[in-house]
C-alpha cells in the first residue's frame, strides 16, 4: 500500500475534500408530469437558476426529499461514518439550502469549511422519480462554481493525511487554480493526493489535460470503467488499470457487479463484489471511494480495503439514496478505527 508521507501521524485530519455541495431534493413524480417538461428520462441535465426555480415551484404541492450530494461530499461523509476525522471544502448559497447543507454536514461528523456567496443559490440536484423507480436529474450547480484561493485556509490544508478532489472541479480554468493550489499546499505537506476522475464525457473532453494533472500531482486514482478506458486509451479494464497506474501510486477501476481492480506497484489486488438486493446506485462509487482511503489512513493492506469498500459501497446500493441508509450503520461499525 502506499506510504502516508512524511508527518503524516502528526495530522489534525485523516481525509479532506474539495468538491461541489450539492443539495440533492428527491421528488416522486408520475410519468405524465416528466413528460410536461419535455426532458429524457434517466438523463443528467444542467439547468439554469431560473429553470430551477420554475421546476421547484411547479412541483411544490409535491413532498421533497433533501440530502447532501456532490461526488467528493459522498466520499468525505462516507469516510466520516468509517471513523476518519474529515473536512470538506466548498462554496454553498446565503440560502436556506445552504444552512441545510452546512448543518447536516456537521451533523454527520464531519468539519464544514463552507464558504458562502451571496448572489448564486447552493447548486442542486433536483432527482426526479417515477413510478418505475426511474431517475431523472437536473443539475444546477449554482455557488459551487465560485470557489477561489480566497476561500482556502492554507495552514488548514496543510493538516490532511490525504486530499480526494474530484475531476468535475478542474475541467473549468478558475476551480482548477484553485484545487491545484490546495493541491500543492497539501502534498508539500506530506498529504496523498486521491482523485475520482468523475465522468467518461468529461474526460474525453478535457483528455490531455487530466492525464497531465495525474502524473504530476496525484497519488490515487479512482476510476469506473468506462472512464478507465476513456482515460487510459486502452480497449479493457484490466489494461486500463496498468496504464493508469503508470501514472500514480495507486490505481482502482470499479467494475460495478464484477467487483473492482486495485494496482500499486507491480501488484494488482482483484476484489470481489458484495452481493446485495439492489434498490438504487447512485452513489455507491463515492462510498467505494470512502472505504479505501478510509482503509490507507489506517494503513489496510489493499486487499482487505477493497474488501471493506466494495462491502461499504454494496450497502449504498441497498439503499434508498446515494448515501447510506441509517438501517444499514450497524453494518459497518467493525470498521470504524477511530
Known sequence: MPKLKKNSSKKQWDIMGIGSPLLDVVINIEEEMLKKLKIKKGSMTLISKEESQKI?????????TLALGGSASNTILGASLLGSRTAFWGVVGKDEFGKTYHAEMEKEGTTARLAWHTKDQTGHVL????????????????????????????????????????????????LRKTVLHAVEIASENGALISLDLSSAVLINQ?????????????????????????????????????????????????LGG???????????????????K????????????????????????????????SHVSALVVASASARLDKKHFGKIRKYRKR
Do not use: W
Not at 500531482?217 to 478507465?228: K, R
Not at 464484477?258 to 452481493?275: D, M, Q, Y
Not at 471511494?289 to 469498500?309: P, R, S, T, W, Y
Open 278 to 309: 439492489m434498490v438504487n446506485t447512485n452513489g455507491a462509487g463515492d462510498m467505494y471511494a470512502a472505504g479505501i482511503l478510509h482503509g490507507l489512513v489506517n494503513k489496510l493492506d489493499l486487499q482487505e480495503a477493497g474488501k471493506m469498500a
Open 127 to 174: 432527482i426526479l422519480i417515477t413510478p418505475d423507480g426511474e431517475r431523472t436529474m437536473l443539475s444546477h450547480l449554482g455557488a459551487s462554481l465560485n470557489f477561489t484561493k480566497s476561500h482556502l485556509n492554507e495552514a488548514e490544508i496543510a493538516k490532511s493525511k490525504i486530499l480526494h478532489i474530484e475531476a468535475y472541479q478542474l475541467a473549468r480554468q478558475a
Open 258 to 276: 464484477k467487483g473492482s481492480l486495485i494496482k500499486k506497484g507491480g501488484k494488482v489486488f482483484k476484489i470481489a463484489p458484495h452481493r446485495v
Open 56 to 64: 421547484l415551484k411547479k412541483f411544490s404541492h409535491l413532498t421533497q
Open 206 to 254: 478535457n483528455k490531455k489535460l487530466f492525464r497531465k494533472i495525474v502524473r504530476e500531482h496525484i497519488d490515487i486514482v479512482f476510476a469506473n470503467e468506462e472512464e478507465a478506458v476513456e482515460f487510459s486509451g486502452e480497449k479493457d479494464s484490466l489494461q486500463a488499470l496498468h496504464k493508469i497506474a503508470e501514472s500514480c501510486q495507486v490505481a482502482i477501476v470499479k
